[in-house]
T-cell receptor
C-alpha cells in the first residue's frame, strides 16, 4: 500500500520556539491533512489542504500542500506547553472509497526538560 | 458536537479469546472505520464501512472481522486474539463527502493487551 514518511519521529520543544515537521509520499494525494492527538484522546483535525501549493493557517499552525502533491509540512510558531502531543499527517486520493486516509507514522512533540 | 464512543478504554484478554470492540457514533455518519495505532507506524486501517451491512478491507484486515448491523454501531471482532494484536484501537466516523474532504471524528481509543 501507499506509504507516508513523516519526520521527525519525535522532537522536543521549548516554549516560544518555532518547530516544523513534514511528510513525504511515494504517491500523489489530492488532499493532505494534519491531525493532532492529545494524550488519552483520539486525533483531531487541525488543517485540511486541497490544492497543490496551498498554504493554510489555523492560529499558530501553518501547513502547506507541496507542489508535487507528494509532500506537506506543518509549522508551529511560538510553541506553548499544550502543543505537546502526537501530530499525524494523512493523505487522501480523490473520491477514495469511504473517505479512506493513509496516515504517516506520527511526530511526537515533547517539552524540553 | 460529534461523539464517537468506544465501549472500553482498557481491555486485557488471553491468547485465543474472541474479543469484541464496540463503537457508536451519534451523528448519523455513513462512514465508519477501525484503525490500530502502534508507535512509529501511525494509524493503520483495519476495516471500514460506508453503509449498513457493507464492509471493506483496509490495509491490515488479517485476524479481524467487523459487523455493522445498524448505522450508528460498528464492531471490530478478533476471532482468536494473539499477542501481536496488542495495540491501541481507534474507531472513527465521517459523513459521506459531497465536495472536498469530510473530517474523521475519532473515539478516544481502546488499549487492548493480549497476554
Amino acid at each position: 500500500g501507499q506509504q507516508l514518511n513523516q519526520s521527525p519521529q519525535s522532537m522536543f520543544i521549548q516554549e516560544g520556539e518555532d518547530v516544523s515537521m513534514n511528510c513525504t509520499s511515494s504517491s500523489i494525494f489530492n488532499t493532505w491533512l494534519w491531525y493532532k492527538q492529545d494524550p488519552g484522546e483520539g486525533p483531531v483535525l487541525l488543517i485540511a489542504l486541497y490544492k497543490a501549493g496551498e498554504l493554510t493557517s489555523n492560529g499558530r499552525l501553518t501547513a502547506q500542500f507541496g507542489i508535487t502533491r507528494k509532500d506537506s509540512f506543518l509549522n508551529i510558531s511560538a510553541s506553548i506547553p499544550s502543543d505537546v502531543g502526537i501530530y499525524f499527517c494523512a493523505g487522501q486520493l480523490y473520491k477514495a472509497a469511504g473517505n479512506k486516509l493513509t496516515f504517516g507514522g506520527g511526530t511526537r512533540v515533547l517539552v524540553k526538560p | 458536537d460529534v461523539k464517537v464512543t468506544q465501549s472500553s478504554r482498557y481491555l486485557v484478554k488471553r491468547t485465543g479469546e474472541k474479543v469484541f470492540l464496540e463503537c457508536v457514533q451519534d451523528m448519523d455518519h455513513e462512514n465508519m472505520f477501525w484503525y490500530r495505532q502502534d508507535p512509529g507506524l501511525g494509524l493503520r486501517l483495519i476495516y471500514f464501512s460506508y453503509d449498513v451491512k457493507m464492509k471493506e478491507k483496509g490495509d491490515i484486515p488479517e485476524g479481524y472481522s467487523v459487523s455493522r448491523e445498524k448505522k450508528e454501531r460498528f464492531s471490530l471482532i478478533l476471532e482468536s486474539a494473539s499477542t501481536n494484536q496488542t495495540s491501541m484501537y481507534l474507531c472513527a466516523s465521517s459523513r459521506q463527502p459531497g465536495q472536498g474532504y469530510s473530517p474523521l471524528h475519532f473515539g478516544n481509543g481502546t488499549r487492548l493487551t493480549v497476554t
